[in-house]
């Protein structure tokens, strides 16, 4: 059975930083794209950042480019999201992703707040 545990989430002021971890269990990690998300209260839920099997390809929504790095980290089966400078519309609830083809699997959210 495959589990997507995610951590890291809270409440933080504006040009704060969190890092999130999703820590996935019962697949082969490190054949899966990796990828963050987020949905804000009353809107959609939209793509922050992905990176490929092996790390060395990364992309990034424009809003937070500079400011948030995803990582993996393929021998503890966890990836990363490290957030800087956080603004408050990056309020949000955020949520892993691992996909491969038609497998697709997502962790369970994680609650972000940034506080003016």
């Known amino acids: 059975q495959v589990q997507l545990v995610e951590s890291g989430g809270g409440l933080v002021q504006s040009g704060g930083s969190l890092r999130l971890s999703c820590a996935a269990s019962?697949?082969?990690?490190?054949?899966?794209?990796l990828s963050w998300y987020r949905q804000a209260p009353g809107k959609e839920r939209e793509l922050v950042a992905s990176?490929?099997?092996?790390?060395?390809?990364?992309n990034y929504a424009d809003s937070v480019k500079g400011r948030f790095t995803i990582s993996r980290d393929n021998a503890k089966n966890t990836m990363y999201l490290q957030m800087n400078n956080l603004k408050p519309e990056d309020t949000a609830v955020y949520y892993c992703?691992?996909?491969?083809?038609?497998?697709?699997?997502w962790g369970q959210g994680a609650q972000v707040a940034v506080s003016s």
């Open positions: 992703q691992v996909v491969r083809g038609s497998d697709d699997y």
């Open positions: 019962g697949l082969v990690f490190s054949i899966y794209g």
């Open positions: 990176i490929s099997m092996t790390g060395d390809s990364t």
